[in-house]
């Protein structure tokens, strides 16, 4: 099973920018996917999930900016992110809890490789 993430860049403050990350592999199916973000010298962060039932949570910092969207067909969520702040920049990661072939239980260690979002003010 392999994440892939994509769609970081460098973005002014107030602009906008779409992460994507895709599920690949064996996978039976995907209970939650979850981004989080890494801020330079701060520990990583839960900003959005979204359960299979299509349930959406924000982290405090970005409820009301960000929407977590999904192609359950495609098995792949979106970020995206409007009205982004210099506080906003960090490496964002993609997480997925789910149930691969391979296994009888699922799993909530799967990441994509992040993606860099950069905001300059």
């Known amino acids: 099973v392999q994440l892939q993430a994509s769609g970081g860049g460098l973005v002014q403050a107030g602009g906008s920018l779409t992460l994507s990350c895709a599920a690949s592999?064996?996978?039976?199916?995907?209970?939650?996917m979850a981004w989080y973000r890494q801020a330079p010298g701060k520990e990583r962060e839960l900003i959005a999930t979204?359960?299979?039932?299509?349930?959406?949570n924000y982290g405090d910092s970005v409820q009301g900016r960000f929407t977590i969207s999904r192609n359950r067909n495609l098995n792949t969520v979106y970020l995206r992110m409007n009205s982004l702040k210099p506080e906003d920049t960090g490496v964002y990661y993609c997480?997925?809890?789910?149930?691969?072939?391979?296994?009888?239980?699922?799993?909530?260690?799967?990441w994509g490789q992040g993606t860099l979002v950069t905001v300059s003010s």
């Open positions: 979204m359960t299979s039932g299509g349930s959406a």
């Open positions: 592999g064996s996978i039976i199916r995907i209970d939650r």
């Open positions: 997480n997925a809890d789910l149930l691969e072939y391979s296994r009888t239980a699922p799993r909530n260690d799967y």
